[in-house]
């Protein structure tokens, strides 16, 4: 088959990406290895940009997020058992982010791609990329059959166990920008009422733990772990105890329940350069990789289609290639930038292995400064909710 551009991975960078060629007239065909049900059942983060939300709103994709995501203006910072309020929207005039999961996201895109026409192939293997640098050509085989896509441009789109950002030679072109955090997070789903209104991210002495809802029925709580460590091992009680005892005090208190999802989740920060080979433009988790402070994955993911999808859309309307030579360097000033707030929330708020009392010590004292200068805490609001869409 032929189409003008052929995506690898429909996650939400080459779902997004798809849509947003699609309001622009240019036809794509979405190829991913996974089915249909996993894509719309896999567990991820679940907080999204004021920018995200405003493009899933502006381009027909937000009706569900607003009937169903919740609105936060503001998040907690807890250290010394006391929580101390960032007013999110004072402090960025206006600006808030939405809780919503990634995967309802991902079900709103298939259905909207769907609808309107387009194109998605679930459940392919054996894929390869050919030909990058002249007529890219992506072979599959879905169904047991052989399958042919002829492309203009491909979008690299396949995560972060991608086979796309390999197709960029390494060494003389590509650069892999790399850091392993010596710890991970527990998280967990469970049927219990919210504990608080809004997220608390704590800062205490055996860790960093993470207070976050899906809904006023099931809520979703993370807490620092050792990457070895075994979700087996914790039973229900060990794991309340051990979030109880990083958040409870000053008024808050987690509220318990019965868990029904564990899991742990790894820490990287990721970035390589350069983002386009070719024909070949790598978007989202194939290209970089934040560790989960923060929850900017889904939302980078989106911030580079945005780019991507103006710059084709300016190469089909007027051939003009400037946009699509810049692709890189637009969409990298916003993930090295995304990069650097997530690894300074991280810095903040992780107990890091050797970390001594003056440590510990120092760290409060950086969350002390941030929640009581308004100009700290800006600096961190502007950044939670996101950076304007470039
Ligand atoms: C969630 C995940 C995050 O990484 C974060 O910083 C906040 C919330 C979540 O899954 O709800």
Known sequence: ???????????PAGLMLSHLLHLRGIDSVVIDQRSRENIEETIKAGVLEQGTVDLMTETGVGDRLKREGFVHQGIELRFN????????????????????????????????????????????????????????????????????????????????????????????????????????????????????????????????????????????????????????????????????????GGGTEIKTGPIFQKSILQFRSFVCEPLQYGRLYLAGDAAHTVPPTGAKGLNLAVADVHVLARAIGSFYDSKATDQLEAYTATALRRVWRAQHFSWWMTSMLHRFSGANDFDLRRQVAELDTVTSSVAGSALLAENYVGLPLS
């Open 1 to 11: 088959m032929r189409t003008q551009v052929g995506i690898v991975g429909a996650g």
């Open 81 to 248: 058992s006391l929580g101390h309020r960032i007013n999110l929207y004072d402090l960025t005039g206006g600006r808030a982010v939405t809780v919503y999961a990634q995967h309802e996201v991902l079900k709103d895109l298939i259905a909207k791609r769907l609808a309107d026409g387009g194109r998605l192939v679930f459940g392919v293997s054996d894929v390869t990329v050919e030909h990058v640098t002249s007529s890219p050509k992506i072979r599959f085989t879905v169904g047991g059959t052989g399958q042919e896509i002829d492309c203009d441009f491909v979008g690299g789109c396949d995560g972060s166990q991608t086979y796309c950002r390999f197709l960029i030679p390494a060494g003389e072109i590509r650069t892999d920008y790399f850091r392993q955090y010596p710890f991970a997070w527990f998280g967990i789903l469970a049927h219990a009422p919210p504990s608080s209104d809004e997220l608390i991210y704590t800062h205490h002495e055996r860790g960093f733990a993470l207070v976050s809802t899906r809904s006023p029925d099931v809520q979703r709580l993370y807490f620092q772990c050792d990457p070895e460590e075994n979700p087996d091992d914790w039973s229900d009680d060990r794991i309340w105890d051990e979030l109880s005892t990083r958040v409870n």
